[in-house]
Each structure stands twice: as structure tokens, then as C-alpha cells.
């Protein structure tokens, strides 16, 4: 009982130390908006917008950067719920806009898409086998990683989490979101605070585009803002329904009334070296123990990968790493033949032909038609022994272990690959839970048919590719 209690309170220290950590360094310094995170950066420069505004009014069907930002804005606080902030640069040329996403925004969104997220943690249970009890096998490859192993510390960090695709109606969910991590803004990891944002920003529905229809009224202040719990934040089926056109942040940018978008990083300190893991965010833990030349030969912190940066960009570096491993058996096997070609040149016929006493009697024919003159077939001895250390009759060999590599990586990895999609919960990602494009919903409503599973009430599409 007491092992119980002295575990709960330093898991409960923890997630104290976490959010502390989080507070310091994604909250802003406004007390007014310091309760949620600047989930992502709208960043827009005013140098042209006078220009602009001035051709804009010769033009009355169409609007202004300054009307586009207005309207798309007003669209962010007064029917997705999100929080603005602004902020300008020194010369007030640029500004920039903080978006805040509240929790009960981040849940409708993940809902939408039907993310899942963590609703309990996974409990690591001791096994009672020992070493002795291992096969030599296992002792000798445990051996053999055990330098390349990582900080033990951060193992510790790496609590997993049985999870689900998000629905309100799981009553399982409500209890974890102050208990699993310690609060509700640690329940979604920077990562997927970043992807629901932008999924909001990216889906934001209000008429008018640029193409011809830009100045129709939106008529946001005839309907009353409801409530953030019951506030519906996207539907894409109603949408489309309704003839809504989504622009989204990406045709702002291109329409250049916005200049960029992106999420922030946490802030980095100087000098990592004396500090503990538990003082670090994760974006000092990265560069700590993975983005450094001293810990070139460590395994990747994948899991630390994954909650900073996201699934994707946690694939591409495991892929990288497999890579790299996998090459070492060929790096093993071309050394010995290039050690076995440069111990046998000596006893190879042919090059002791060319530079023995046959090539210093035999002459070639002239490299060119007039100038060049004849040459022994003796010259080209230095040329014939390198030739033969990189391509000598073991090469054969190492050309069939090479054809089978190739193959034996492709299978390995995809055993690599379908662990760690069942570890990070994306097996089923691409078939059932992957997002419709907006730019693909937009193309496939102008040249298809749009219709909507009556089991699983998801929208698809049928293109008509013939004319």
C-alpha cells in the first residue's frame, strides 16, 4: 500500500513539474490569454495593403487583404470559437495574430476527425523472467545495444496510453482529462494541438473567395453565437450541402492576405549539459539527447519525436534509423572484401601481367590520331591493382548478398513499420481516419458526385474522369 501511494505521488509530481514546464513555455505573458497556448502564428505584412485597398475600390466585386483578414477573423472568433490576439512587430509593417484553440474547440475538432486520443494509461508489468533465463541470443543482442541504448531517464517520461477515437457519448473520457496528464491543456500534446488548429484554419467556412463572389454579406451578426460546448465547429457534409466555399488559411495566403502560418517551438536554452530531464521540455530533451553529435550513435527517441512533432515526422527518422542499421551487415560485408581484394592484388595473374615484365614489353596503340604517342601496357598498373581491390571475384558474392538485402530490408522494415503503427494507434489511419483534403473537396465538387455513406455517414466522392 505505501509502494502504491509513494508511485502516486510521484506520478502526481510529475505531471505538476510538466505543467509548470508548459505554462513557462507556450502560455504568452497577456494575463488575459495566459490560461490557453498560442497554438499557431497568422503572420501578415501592411505595406501593400494601401495599394491593394486602392485597386480594390475601382473593383467593387471584389475585396480587400485587409476585408478578406477582417471576415476571416470575425469567422475564427464568432463561429469557431478560437481566441485572437495581436501583436505588431516594431515598425509596425507586420503583425501578427495569436491563435488561442480552447479545450472544448480542440474536442469537437478531434471529433470531427475522428481522432483518437488517450482515455487510460498503459501499466508496465514486470516480467518475472530473469537474464538467466534468456536465451544466449537475447543476451548477447541486449549486450550489444546496451551502449547505443538511450538516457535511462527518458524512459521513464515515455508513459503510453490506451486510446480511441474521441466520441462524447464515452462517458470514459470526461474523468482523464484532468487525471491522465495532470490537466486539461497537457491532455493534447503539441503536436496534435498544432493539427486540429490548423485543421480549423484550413475548413473555415464563410462565403466569398476571389472567384467573382467575393463581396457577398455573411450576415455573421443575424445568428447569435452559441455556446462553445454546443457550438457545432466544422461539418463538411453540411457544408458542401449548403454551397459554403472554403478558402481555408492556404487560399488567404495565396490570395497574399496573409503572409505565413505556423506553430511556435518551445524556447531553447543555451546550455543543456547541468540541467535534469524533468526540468526540460521536449524540445530540450530533443536537443539533448537526439539533434547533437555526441549522441550520434544512440537510438532515436521516437516516442519524444512523435509527441513533439507528430506521426509523420516520427516515421520519416524511424525509417531513417532502419535504414541505417540495415546497412550495417553490407558495410561488414564489403569491408572483408575489400580487405580480401587488397591481401590478394599480389597474387592476382592479370595484374601481375600488366605490371611485370609482359607489360613493360607491350606496347598500346595511340590514345588519339596524331599527337599522342604510344604508351606500355605497364602504365596502367596502378590503375589495374585499385580496379581489382574494389572488383575482384568476391564481388560476384557480394552483388547476390546485395539483390537479397534489398529484399530482406523491404520485409523487415514492414515489420518495423506495423510496430509502431500499432504502438502509436494509426493502423487503420489512412483507410478510416485520415481527413478529407479541402482542396480535394472543392476540385472533386466541381468535377464529381458527392454522397454520403449511409452506414457510416462519411462523405465521399465519385469523380467523373471521363468528359
Not at 501499466?123 to 538516457?151: M, Q, Y
Not at 508513459?159 to 496528464?181: C, G, H, M, Q, W
Amino acid at each position: 500500500m505505501s509502494t502504491h501511494n509513494l508511485r502516486y505521488t510521484d506520478e502526481n509530481s510529475n505531471s505538476i513539474n510538466r505543467r509548470r514546464r508548459r505554462q513557462s513555455t507556450l502560455y504568452s505573458s497577456n494575463p488575459v490569454t495566459d490560461s490557453l497556448p498560442v497554438d499557431c502564428i497568422l503572420v501578415c505584412s501592411h505595406n501593400d495593403d494601401k495599394k491593394n485597398d486602392n485597386e480594390q475600390n475601382n473593383n467593387r466585386n471584389k475585396m480587400s487583404r485587409s476585408e478578406r483578414r477582417q471576415r476571416f477573423e470575425n469567422h475564427l472568433t464568432n463561429k469557431q470559437g478560437l481566441k485572437l490576439e495581436r501583436v505588431k512587430s516594431i515598425t509596425d509593417r507586420i503583425e501578427y495574430v495569436k491563435v488561442h484553440t480552447p479545450f472544448e474547440i480542440l474536442l469537437l475538432t478531434a471529433e470531427k476527425i475522428r481522432m483518437k486520443l488517450p482515455i487510460e494509461k498503459i501499466v508496465a508489468k514486470e516480467l518475472g523472467t530473469s537474464t538467466h533465463n534468456a536465451s544466449c541470443w537475447h543476451r548477447f543482442t541486449e549486450w550489444l545495444k546496451k551502449p547505443f541504448r538511450l538516457d535511462p531517464s527518458l524512459a521513464r517520461d515515455d508513459i503510453d496510453y490506451y486510446t480511441a477515437v474521441y466520441s462524447p457519448n464515452i462517458k470514459k473520457f470526461t474523468p482523464f482529462f484532468n487525471e491522465l496528464r495532470g490537466s486539461k491543456e497537457l491532455y493534447f500534446t503539441p503536436s496534435e494541438r498544432s493539427l486540429l488548429t490548423y485543421e480549423l484554419l484550413s475548413r473555415a467556412h464563410f462565403d466569398g473567395d476571389g472567384d467573382g463572389n467575393d463581396y457577398d454579406d455573411d450576415d455573421d451578426d443575424d445568428n447569435p453565437q452559441e455556446p462553445v460546448a454546443r457550438r457545432p465547429v466544422i461539418n463538411t457534409v453540411d457544408g458542401l450541402r449548403s454551397g459554403l466555399k472554403r478558402p481555408g488559411i492556404a487560399r488567404l495566403i495565396t490570395k497574399k492576405a496573409y503572409d505565413c502560418c505556423f506553430p511556435l517551438h518551445e524556447p531553447l536554452r543555451d546550455n543543456l549539459t547541468n540541467i535534469d530531464n524533468t526540468d526540460l521540455n521536449d524540445r530540450e530533451k530533443l536537443q539533448k539527447h537526439w539533434a547533437t553529435m555526441r549522441q550520434c550513435l544512440k537510438f532515436q527517441p521516437l516516442s519524444l519525436i512523435r509527441s513533439y512533432m507528430g506521426e509523420k515526422i516520427a516515421f520519416y527518422f524511424a525509417l531513417c534509423g532502419f535504414y541505417n542499421l540495415m546497412l550495417i551487415p553490407p558495410s561488414l560485408v564489403g569491408l572483408i572484401i575489400f580487405i580480401y581484394g587488397a591481401a590478394s592484388v599480389a597474387t592476382d595473374q592479370p595484374t601481375s601481367d600488366i605490371c611485370g615484365s609482359y607489360g613493360e614489353s607491350t606496347y598500346m596503340c595511340p590514345r588519339c590520331d596524331k599527337t599522342c604517342p604510344f604508351w606500355k601496357l605497364s602504365d596502367s598498373c596502378v590503375y589495374s591493382k585499385v580496379s581489382y581491390v574494389f572488383d575482384n571475384t568476391a564481388t560476384v558474392v557480394f552483388a547476390v548478398l546485395m539483390s537479397l538485402w534489398a529484399r530482406w530490408f523491404i520485409e523487415f522494415w514492414k515489420r518495423r513499420e506495423a510496430t509502431l503503427q500499432y504502438h502509436w494507434d494509426s493502423i487503420d489511419f489512412e483507410e478510416n481516419l485520415e481527413p478529407i483534403r479541402p482542396e480535394f473537396e472543392r476540385e472533386a465538387q466541381k468535377k464529381g458526385e458527392k454522397n454520403i455513406n449511409p452506414i457510416t455517414n462519411v462523405l465521399f466522392f465519385l469523380c467523373n474522369l471521363i468528359n
